[in-house]
């Protein structure tokens, strides 16, 4: 079993930045991936970011490729999500998911386990 509880979310203006962490229990985090999604009101719950956590690979949705960056610290097992140059577009609930290292649908909420309870991130024009 692995528990996911995010933080960091807010209000922000355009161009502005904030930085989600997702902390991580449960004996087989560390040997997982983790994932950033996102979910705006109306909208499916779409990709933002994935690391494997072992190797440190990332993966990362065109949307925000540039100016998202997902990291981890292992000593902590809490994983990071650098969010720089906000668009209005952002705006959603933020989740972060943890699942099996091999997938073959990396980018799909399938490829996940486990939810946060996700953490809301506005971000104003």
């Excluded at 690979?57 to 540039?66: F, H, L, N, P, Q």
């Amino acid at each position: 079993q692995v528990q996911l509880v995010e933080s960091g979310g807010g209000l922000v203006q355009a161009g502005g930045s904030l930085r989600l962490s997702c902390a991580g229990s449960g004996r087989t985090f560390s040997t997982s991936a983790m994932g950033w999604f996102r979910q705006a009101p109306g909208k499916e719950r779409e990709f933002v970011a994935r690391i494997i956590w072992s190797f440190g690979s990332t993966m990362y949705a065109d949307s925000v490729k540039g100016r998202f960056t997902i990291s981890r610290d292992n000593a902590k097992n809490t994983g990071f999500l650098q969010m720089n140059s906000l668009k209005p577009e952002d705006t959603a609930v933020y989740y972060c998911a943890a699942g099996p290292p091999s997938t073959t649908q990396p980018k799909s909420t399938s490829a996940f386990y486990y939810w946060g309870q996700g953490t809301q991130v506005t971000v104003s024009s």
